[in-house]
């Protein structure tokens, strides 16, 4: 069933019935595409910070050495018992 709004100044109400469907926080970013004379509204699903701390880790680690440096700071000997 459609949902009506109006618009005011450029914005529009979505309504917490259209925010649960799509799993919209107040805050959150849409993605508008406006297709076939319509509107297609999508969720930008973000990063969070636990991944954004684990990119930034990664940058500095491989920033610090080449993958030379890692595989000779290990004795494999010892690993294959």
Known sequence: MPIRRKVHAGHVYLGKEVLDALRIRDGDEV???????????????????DTL???????EVKAGGSREDYFREYDYEDISG
């Open 31 to 49: 993605e508008l595409e406006v297709r076939d004379g319509g509107v297609v509204i999508r969720p930008v699903k973000g990063v969070d910070k």
């Open 53 to 59: 701390d684990l990119v930034r880790l990664l940058r």
